[in-house]
């Protein structure tokens, strides 16, 4: 009876395994088409100099406008682009789209000291000559490159330090900025840390999202802070959403903030709007 109950539970178990594989592999093969179709968007979250209200630049996050399923997001595809390695030419592709707008935008407004951060994947790691790769976007599309912020998470600098501190290294000599993504998750050795040649910290979004109820939340985000100044390195702090949120990162002295309270991210043309109306500017 139990191997009777147990081959039953096999053929369950083997019908949502060949469900997934399927599903895995219509998605894989779906995002290969969509490469070719430019089915790929990039939207513009705005990062906010916390002092003066300005948008001192934007984050470039993916969409994928995928066939009669609508607009997908990034955490239901980047898993599988980066099993699949397809994540190479998605990110390259969206490092030269997100180029190619900032320099629209600094033709357009050139009043403004604009910076484009953009998300590497760590499967990007792997390829041998990326930062030839990185200059040729930056040569082509014509971008000051110390106007261009590579993120990566801290958890990617982690887990191959040496490799990471080689490339990141490389990736700094064209004169790029590097900053580190969703800190605070990670477990990053001090030791380390001072090593990389990183520009921004960026603070995750759990301890802004908590910092109300949690005093515990606040002091990693004062232990971080302090921690960014002695490593001179400035700050952004991830998803405020309230104003509550705003005014207690404008009391702890934090640089800027990116969240929801000042705009989710948004398509190329909102952006655009955003920088015509800087409608966040303290007077
Ligand atoms: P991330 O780099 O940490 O980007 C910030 C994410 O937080 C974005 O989600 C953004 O929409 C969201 N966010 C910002 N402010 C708020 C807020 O106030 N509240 C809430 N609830 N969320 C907020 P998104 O666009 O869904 O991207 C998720 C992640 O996907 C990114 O996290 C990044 O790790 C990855 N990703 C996005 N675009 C790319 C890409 O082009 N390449 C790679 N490799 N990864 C990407
Ligand atoms: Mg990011
Ligand atoms: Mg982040
Ligand atoms: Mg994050």
Redesign the pocket.
């Known amino acids: 009876r139990a191997k009777r109950l147990g081959g039953a539970r096999w053929d369950l178990f083997d019908q949502a395994m060949h469900a997934s594989a399927f599903q895995r592999m219509s998605l894989e093969s779906d995002m290969r088409r969509s490469l070719l179709e430019n089915r790929f968007v ?2 513009y ?1 705005p990062v906010v100099d916390l002092r003066t209200g300005r948008i001192s630049g934007f ?5 994928w406008n995928r066939h009669d399923k609508g607009l997908v ?3 239901d595809f ?1 898993p599988i ?2 099993d699949t390695g397809l ?1 190479i030419p ?2 390259l592709w ?2 030269r789209e997100a180029c190619r707008t900032l320099r629209g935008w600094q033709e357009e407004f050139p009043s403004e000291p604009l910076t484009i951060s ?4 760590t ?2 790691f792997s390829l041998a000559n990326l930062a030839e790769q990185v200059s040729e976007i930056l040569e082509s599309t014509e971008v000051d490159p110390a106007c261009v912020r590579l ?1 990566i ?1 801290e958890t990617m600098a982690m887990s191959d330090a040496d490799r990471a501190l080689q490339l990141l290294t490389e990736l700094k000599a064209l004169g790029v900025q590097l900053s580190i ?2 800190f605070g998750t990670g477990y990053s050795s001090l030791n380390y840390l001072h090593r990389i040649p990183a520009n921004v910290l ?1 603070i ?2 759990s301890f ?2 908590q910092m109300h109820e949690s005093e515990e939340c606040m002091q990693i985000i004062r232990t971080i802070m302090l921690l960014a100044r002695n490593l001179g390195m400035r700050v952004i702090a ?4 309230t104003e509550a949120h705003v005014e207690k990162l404008v009391g702890l002295e934090c640089d800027y903030g ?4 000042f705009s ?2 948004v398509s190329q043309e909102q952006a655009r709007h955003l920088l015509e109306t800087a409608p966040f500017e303290r007077s």
Do not use: C, W
Request: proline fraction near 7%.
């Open positions: 990039v939207h979250q984050e470039a996050l993916v969409r997001y990034p955490n980047i682009a980066e994540i998605l990110d969206v490092m953009i998300n590497l994947s499967r990007l993120e998470t993504d969703d960026k995750d979004r802004v999202s991830e998803g405020p959403e990116q969240g929801y309270f989710k991210p």
